[in-house]
């Protein structure tokens, strides 16, 4: 499976990103899809998740009511609204399949990563 991840840039504080992912490979309409995000001198995070069936969204607690994952199966692709961003959304973001539970540990395809700057 391969994960192209897009939609990454520079954006100011209060200001919105999407970002999207397209798979292939796979049996996207089948994995659990994710979003996790790694900022400079941290660890990687759980940011989103979401099910097959695009039904059952779950989000970190830094990003609840900020943020909003999807996915379109026919477009192979999953999405990241991200609003009313702040200065410590600042990360690159990884996109993420197959996933067992929503831990690092846990995913089996990674996707390359795509930058996210919000600067004030």
């Known amino acids: 499976v391969q994960l192209q991840a897009s939609g990454g840039g520079l954006v100011q504080v209060g200001g919105s990103l999407r970002l999207s992912c397209a798979a292939s490979?796979?049996?996207?309409?089948?994995?659990?899809m994710g979003w996790f995000r790694q900022a400079p001198g941290k660890d990687r995070e759980f940011v989103a998740g979401i099910s097959w069936s695009g039904g059952t969204p779950y989000y970190g607690d830094s990003v609840k009511g900020r943020f909003t994952i999807s996915r379109d199966n026919a477009r192979n692709t999953v999405y990241l609204q991200m609003n009313s961003l702040k200065l410590e959304d600042t990360a690159v973001y990884y996109c993420a399949a197959d996933l067992l539970d929503f831990t690092v540990a846990h995913v089996k395809y990674w996707g390359q990563g795509t930058k996210v700057t919000v600067s004030s």
């Open positions: 490979g796979g049996a996207f309409s089948s994995y659990v």
